[in-house]
């Protein structure tokens, strides 16, 4: 079997700091491409059930639309993915301030979050893997956010075609932190996503407000269009006439991910027509945010001249849940001076080793 590998090549450069694309190949068909300039996952190339290969992710052509104003195209999300309520939070007596720049909110860190940095690069290789470990000093202050913030993000891409993404991070002040990766899937390469199939590991989500901060409580999702339980073609939960996808334009919102007892549990599973390709999220967050790219308006285009359209796409984004720095009763993202936070999202492609059908879920050992 042929050994994976890792290197680079220069992508350009943002005031005057050199940006690399990071390609690792696993050696076995599935190609990860990796931007130095926001951690971003550029492409992700696999193969079909004929082997015919292309990428699942959209993404952009070239530094400069990355540089430019876009909706997170494959970008790390940080410090805080998702919002907070006003762009603010109150942490040990003291009320932090974060740039409201979405409707009155704090979203994905504020307009100059971690997917407008350039990260640091480090090569790693084992016998059936290839890594590239991000790494990200964020100074005490920044974007409203207490305490220097010292983060890793590590791409690996093993021989089985799965891809994991580890987050660590650690700080010298009490500070929140919540990161994610904002991938949009497409794994068919269709005018839009509409025929592919969605299945979501929970049985509660969070309804929101028409500026997307959660309204209160949990919700069980049994009986509503949030009822994900079994693969269902998204077209059908897309066409529902409910005030909650009325609020948003479609899905953007958390699901609260179903408790196994294990560490590593899958959130969700993606399916293309025909199940050609298959998608699995596996994760150790307590949450999943699906966005169905309600937003995006074909103003953006891939390398191709393909422009990116509204549901021409879905995020499957990993992460605590928005808005938890004002909500004491949901699991915590308060991070210590001494501790380490650390959270494994991994994306495994099942159609690569084993057949299509959906079976029972095993929990990860």
Same mark, same amino acid.
């Given at each position: 079997?042929?050994?994976?590998?890792?290197?680079?090549?220069?992508?350009?450069?943002?005031?005057?700091?050199?940006?690399?694309?990071?390609?690792?190949?696993?050696?076995?068909?599935?190609?990860?491409? +990796?931007?130095?300039?926001?951690?971003?996952?550029? @492409?992700?190339?696999?193969?079909?059930?004929?082997?015919?290969?292309?990428? +699942?992710?959209?993404?952009?052509?070239?530094?400069?639309?990355?540089?430019?104003?876009?909706?997170?195209?494959?970008? =790390? $999300? %940080?410090?805080?993915?998702?919002?907070?309520?006003?762009?603010?939070?109150?942490?040990?007596?003291?009320? !932090?301030?974060?740039?409201?720049?979405?409707?009155?909110?704090?979203? !994905?860190?504020?307009?100059?979050?971690?997917?407008?940095?350039? /990260?640091?690069?480090?090569?790693? *290789?084992?016998?059936?893997?290839?890594? =590239?470990?991000?790494?990200?000093?964020?100074?005490?202050?920044?974007?409203?956010?207490?305490?220097?913030?010292?983060?890793?993000?590590?791409?690996?891409?093993?021989?089985? %075609?799965?891809?994991?993404?580890?987050?660590?991070?650690?700080?010298?002040?009490?500070?929140?932190?919540?990161?994610?990766? !904002?991938?949009?899937?497409?794994?068919?390469?269709?005018?839009? $996503?509409? %025929?592919?199939?969605?299945? =979501?590991?929970?049985?509660?989500?969070?309804?929101?407000?028409?500026?997307? $901060?959660?309204?209160?409580?949990?919700?069980?999702?049994?009986?509503?269009?949030?009822?994900?339980?079994?693969?269902?073609?998204?077209?059908? *939960?897309?066409? =529902?006439?409910?005030?909650?996808? @009325?609020? +948003?334009?479609?899905?953007?919102?958390? /699901?609260?991910?179903?408790?196994?007892?294990?560490?590593?549990? *899958?959130?969700?599973?993606?399916?293309?027509?025909?199940?050609?390709?298959?998608?699995?999220? /596996?994760?150790?967050?307590?949450?999943?945010?699906?966005?169905?790219?309600?937003?995006?308006?074909?103003?953006?285009?891939?390398?191709?001249?393909?422009?990116?359209?509204? !549901?021409?796409?879905?995020?499957?984004?990993?992460?605590?849940?928005?808005?938890?720095?004002?909500?004491?009763?949901?699991?915590?993202?308060?991070? @210590?001076?001494?501790?380490?936070?650390?959270?494994?999202?991994?994306?495994?492609?099942?159609?690569?080793?084993?057949?299509?059908?959906?079976?029972?879920?095993?929990?990860?050992?």
């Amino acid at each position: 079997m042929p050994r994976p590998t890792v290197h680079h090549t220069p992508f350009g450069s943002v005031r005057g700091t050199q940006a690399d694309l990071w390609t690792l190949d696993s050696g076995t068909g599935v190609l990860a491409e +990796v931007l130095t300039y926001g951690a971003t996952l550029h @492409r992700l190339t696999v193969p079909d059930t004929n082997g015919a290969a292309a990428s +699942v992710v959209r993404s952009l052509p070239t530094l400069g639309h990355y540089t430019a104003e876009h909706p997170y195209f494959g970008s =790390v $999300i %940080g410090r805080y993915a998702n919002r907070i309520a006003h762009g603010r939070f109150t942490l040990n007596g003291t009320e !932090h301030h974060i740039p409201a720049n979405d409707h009155g909110h704090a979203l !994905h860190g504020g307009p100059d979050g971690f997917h407008a940095r350039v /990260w640091d690069a480090t090569p790693e *290789r084992t016998d059936d893997s290839v890594s =590239v470990r991000l790494s990200l000093h964020s100074p005490h202050g920044d974007m409203g956010f207490p305490g220097a913030l010292d983060t890793t993000v590590t791409y690996t891409l093993d021989t089985t %075609g799965t891809l994991a993404l580890d987050y660590t991070s650690v700080t010298d002040r009490p500070t929140v932190v919540n990161l994610t990766n !904002h991938a949009y899937f497409d794994l068919a390469g269709d005018a839009d $996503i509409l %025929g592919h199939r969605l299945q =979501v590991d929970a049985d509660s989500y969070l309804p929101v407000d028409g500026e997307g $901060i959660p309204l209160g409580p949990q919700t069980e999702v049994h009986d509503t269009p949030f009822d994900l339980t079994q693969s269902t073609p998204l077209r059908d *939960r897309l066409a =529902v006439d409910d005030a909650q996808l @009325r609020e +948003v334009g479609g899905l953007d919102h958390c /699901w609260i991910v179903r408790d196994t007892g294990a560490a590593l549990r *899958r959130a969700a599973r993606l399916t293309a027509p025909h199940a050609a390709r298959v998608l699995e999220v /596996w994760t150790t967050e307590p949450g999943i945010q699906v966005y169905t790219a309600n937003q995006l308006d074909g103003s953006h285009t891939d390398g191709d001249g393909r422009p990116h359209h509204r !549901h021409g796409s879905v995020c499957l984004e990993t992460q605590h849940l928005p808005d938890s720095p004002n909500r004491p009763d949901w699991p915590s993202t308060v991070l @210590r001076p001494g501790e380490t936070r650390h959270s494994r999202t991994e994306l495994r492609f099942p159609h690569l080793t084993a057949p299509t059908a959906p079976g029972p879920v095993v929990a990860a050992p």
